[in-house]
């Protein structure tokens, strides 16, 4: 009696774990069958904004992280996946401010993702919407006027309205010196790398965020990255207009004295001389090159961007 | 006022604490766990935001389900099992019994609600965030939600003096999200040309409780001030609101025939 007492549970307990296993095989048949209801998941059940405001119950600022999540989940499978639909990255934004309106890491990284060219939606339009509606709701936060004049500046080459947001920017509590600076070269000069770098070290300077400086210090290794190899390409190309080719390798450019040594990236791996006469960051560098599509890729100026 | 009242209350604590009430403090403890490691792997930025504001939300929801789920059957349970008969036959009046019951699930409430703040600062501890003076701001929004609550748990009790749970949950839930929409109710009336409409929505507008002025979560997440005079405003919004449906309570219940 004793031990058919002592088996029930074992059976009840393999009976269990055979019929889970049936669910989930189920599950992965229901699965394989459903791509149609998968697609559905890049769709906004509820649109609006301020019904969404409503309905949360109080809860908006909960909601809001959860639509953040959801916009920052939604840009990275599509960066992955190489698409080249955003579509609903607006949407996401639009819910995502409104239900929090001070959600300041929304409006940056938000500009960012719809800005881009390659790697984003390419709508430089609705990323100054957006920061403008940031700055309206947080017209003490310098950051946001700042990552405005960048738009004006890098994406829409609008200098005057560049310059003249980093001067607004500049003129806000806490702002820094460098704001003037940038209002004043961007007055003074068109596009640079240089100014990339001024803006991206400002944004690793006044970050408090680990992740936001995180990216900003990788964008100033590509820069970085960016600038050595326009250096070395054009040492390269003064080797070949001496010796009527291209160098083989760098000790060719060390014996011609065009090279005292071959430099390192940011990460401290030399660079590497590819046959087409390029130099190029060494395959086990840590440093990662954002993958673009084809017809980016074609595109040296937009290249690290 | 006898000492019949805190009698009453201290035993309605206990036997929520019997009821396993506050287990469900389990729950959030695992929600702010499963939080706090998470959040910083799938988002971007917003991991001390996303610990406050999934703590307070939760705070207010738990609450808001143990003020509700429990208040209704403050009285109603009473009566069922006919312990309320007893009760009465000794020297308390039946005002006294519910001031009783409403302190005993209050107290419940603020040892929960204790429990999950401190749940809360153990999380935006462990997502490596040292304290600031704004984070005192939090502790007012949980003040809040314990004002909130009390006047939960009294629309609650009052419903539970001559209704069934589920109508009284009903009834309750109902209030609280009128309350909550009361500012758009008052708004629509006045998008309107019908004066009457407009007077019967503005009548409603300071006849429900506003549940919306005890919401301050978004804002101390982002380490906002709370003006020290809604602080009092809404204290003394709060205990008058929950006085005169106490006093209705009472009302009700007296009248109220347990044969």
Redesign the interface.
Known sequence: MKTAFRRVPWLSLGAMALLLGAAALLQMRIDAQASDVAAQKDELLLSSPSAIQ?LS??????L??IY??RT??FYGSHLIAHASNYDLLWPLLDVTTTL?P??I?AYR?GAIFLSEPEAGANRTDLAVKLVKRGIAANPENWHLDSDLAFLYYWRLKDYPDAAATYREASQKPGAPLGLKLMAARVSAMGGSVETSRMIWTEIYDSSK?Q??RNKAAQELELLKVQDDEQRLDAVAAEYQHRFGRLPANAEELRAAGLLRDVPTDPEGYPYVFGSDGKFALDPQSPIEIPVLPPSAEAAPASKYK | MSAMPGVVAVNTFREAVRDRVLYNLVLFALMMIGAAIL?GQ?????ER??I???G??AI??FGLVMAVFIGVGLVYKEIEKRTLYTLLAKPIRRSEFLVGKYGGLLLTLLVNTSFMTLGVGVALYYVGRPFVRADAWILVAVYFILLELALVTALALFFSCFSSPMLSALFTLGIY?TG??AS?IRGFGEFTNNEALKTATTVLYYLVPN??NF?V???V??G?AVPVALIWQNTLYAVVYAGVVLIAASAVFSRRNLK
Do not use: C, P, R, Y
């Open positions: 409503k119950l109080g809860n908006e600022g909960l809001a992280d953040w999540t920052v989940q929090d001070k959600l890491v990284f965020d992740t936001v | 959040v799938i988002s971007l930025g917003i935001l996303v406050i504001n999934l307070l939300s207010s929801i999200v909550i929409f758009d549940f919306h919401n979560i978004s804002a997440a982002h906002e």
